[in-house]
């Protein structure tokens, strides 16, 4: 052996780098397991499973049409379009992204869902009595991205900044009213009971699913009334 | 100043906002050429017009008050205030609070602070860079021009002390990039809205909120919102029929703002 790659070997050796065979000392971490232990992080810190989490049921809740919330007494319906990105770590697919107008309620997607996959970003319009609004949300932080806003009917320009808050805020409570909606059933009885079962039954397009829908928002309806009083 | 404006998607008006004008007749490709430096322009505020894209958060209240919010506020911005960058300095990078409506006014009179029941500023983020392009061509030039006067390539410490001047020389004429936020908080609610994409930038805001004026922001996170509802943490554990497998929650859960 040429003296510097005994120098080289030594070296190696001195940093524990290989050991007295030659051989190295650590096995090369797998890239798809780092890659896994990547998305498993990120969807534990700051428990962005929640987020997803509240996505994932919101999908499923607003394909019925119904309003989900109310909001000032008018009721607010929610419908995804268009890009949906669904995160997961259970599987080979850490991420995976549709478009298309009606790619969030499609069989793809509810397919990826049923193998653990969860909405991690959307595009959703919310509408609030005659007021349309549209943003994309991201599960980890609820952030609002390249959101719409209804048309301003203020003409001074000191009227229309007032304006423009206030539909931000408008937009902003309605996102609140919804997490805390999915909070209160979350933390119910009947989330691992009956919502859960009835999105599993949703995600894999069982004929039993909408009965199971209908099951659980009587549920929805029963853990509402008891938070009431 | 020319009316031209930058539509909320970055791109630019041609005509008065094009700064790619055509070389002077003659002129070598030299870094060092008199370009005109581009005007400062009238930029759109995002709180008024443009894209509507902005990070959601509540101002926890403060243990001591200030009595009068609106000198505090001025003052606290005040402090924090956007400073220009000294181009005879090694810096690189300034960043501070300006008024929402000019990105170069840091008085923040109370009339251009509060908007009812808004607050209203701005942070301003400059960054200074000299394009490595235009170093590697004025070097290249100056090279030519030593090796003709001299007869001689420059020596190793020649060159390094010809690129310290060259790069002085090239940070003079550098424009800023200019990258302005806004700042919404409504003292009424106690909502606060950062207007940018970026969560880098985000973050940096934050923690210059909170040297500035010692505000305590939450993100409207569902975690930050069920701790505030005062919801079991046992309860929120993920669901693993969800999830596809068992997670249980660890101490790896860290806040957000914690890690």
Redesign the interface.
């Known amino acids: 052996m040429a003296k510097r790659e005994q120098a080289r070997a030594d070296a190696a050796f001195a940093r524990g780098d290989v050991g007295v065979d030659g051989a190295a000392t650590e096995e090369t971490q797998d890239v798809a397991e780092v890659e896994r232990g990547q998305a498993?992080?990120q969807?534990?810190?700051?428990?962005a499973?929640?987020?997803r989490?509240?996505l994932?049921w919101l999908l499923w809740r607003s394909e019925t049409g119904d309003a989900l919330v109310e909001l000032e007494g008018t009721g607010v319906n929610v419908l995804f379009m268009g890009r949906i990105t669904l995160r997961?770590?259970?599987?080979d697919v850490t991420e995976l992204s549709a478009k298309g107008t009606l790619a969030p309620y499609s069989e793809q997607v509810k397919h990826a869902l049923d193998?653990?996959?969860?909405v991690a970003q959307a595009r959703i319009r919310f509408t609030h009595g005659e007021k349309e609004y549209e943003?994309t949300l991201d599960s980890?932080?609820?952030?609002?991205?390249?959101?719409?806003?209804p048309a301003l009917m203020s003409e001074e320009?000191?009227d229309?900044?007032?304006e423009?808050?206030f539909l931000?805020?408008q937009l902003?409570a309605m996102?609140?009213a919804l997490?805390?909606d999915?909070?209160k059933i979350?933390?119910g009885k009947t989330?691992?009971k009956q919502v859960?079962?009835a999105?599993?039954e949703w995600m894999r397009g069982d004929e039993q699913g909408a009965n199971a829908l209908s099951k659980a928002a009587r549920a929805r309806g029963r853990d509402a009334r008891a938070a009431r009083h | 100043m020319d009316s031209c404006e930058i539509t909320p998607g970055g791109s630019k008006d041609p005509g008065p906002c094009n700064f790619h004008r055509p070389r002077p007749e003659g002129s070598t490709k030299s870094a060092l050429t008199p370009w005109l430096a581009p005007p400062i322009l009238p930029r759109p505020m995002p709180?008024?017009?443009g894209?509507?894209?902005?990070?959601?958060f509540r101002v926890e209240p403060a243990k001591e008050a200030p009595s009068d919010i609106k000198r505090w506020l001025t003052r606290g911005l005040k402090a924090h205030a956007f400073e220009p960058i000294d181009r005879r300095s090694e810096d690189d990078r300034a960043a501070g609070f300006v008024e929402l409506e000019n990105a170069d006014a840091v008085d923040f009179s109370v009339g251009r602070v509060f908007?009812?029941e808004?607050v209203l500023f701005s942070f301003r983020i400059d960054s200074l860079k000299v394009p490595a392009s235009a170093m590697k061509e004025e070097m290249a030039k100056w090279s030519t021009n030593f090796e003709a006067e001299n007869d001689r390539p420059p020596s190793r410490g020649e060159k390094t002390q010809a690129k310290a001047q060259i790069k002085q020389m090239l940070r003079t004429r550098a424009t800023p990039r200019t990258n302005v936020l806004d700042v919404?908080w409504?003292q009424k609610?106690q909502?606060l809205?950062i207007w940018a994409?970026s969560?880098k930038v985000?973050e940096e805001i934050i923690i210059a909120l909170e040297n500035a004026l010692g505000l305590k922001l939450v993100?409207?996170?569902?975690?930050a919102?069920?701790q505030t509802?005062g919801?079991?943490e046992n309860?929120?554990g993920?669901?693993a029929?969800?999830?596809?497998?068992d997670?249980p929650?660890?101490s790896?859960?860290?806040?957000?703002g914690e890690?």
Do not use: C
């Not at chain 2, 029929?241 to 497998?245: F, K, Q, V």
């Open positions: 498993r992080e969807l534990l810190r700051g428990r499973y929640l987020g989490e509240l994932t997961g770590v259970a599987g193998k653990g996959l969860l943003a980890e932080f609820l952030d609002v991205r390249a959101a719409k806003l320009e000191d229309q900044l007032n423009r808050l931000t805020e902003s996102i609140d997490v805390g999915f909070l979350r933390v989330w691992s859960v079962p999105m599993k | 709180v008024l017009r894209a509507v894209t902005f990070s959601r908007y009812g808004y919404s409504n609610t909502q809205q994409a969560r985000v993100g409207l996170t569902p975690a919102i069920a509802s919801i079991d309860a929120l993920p669901t029929e969800l999830i596809g497998m997670l929650a660890t790896a859960e860290v806040a957000h890690a």
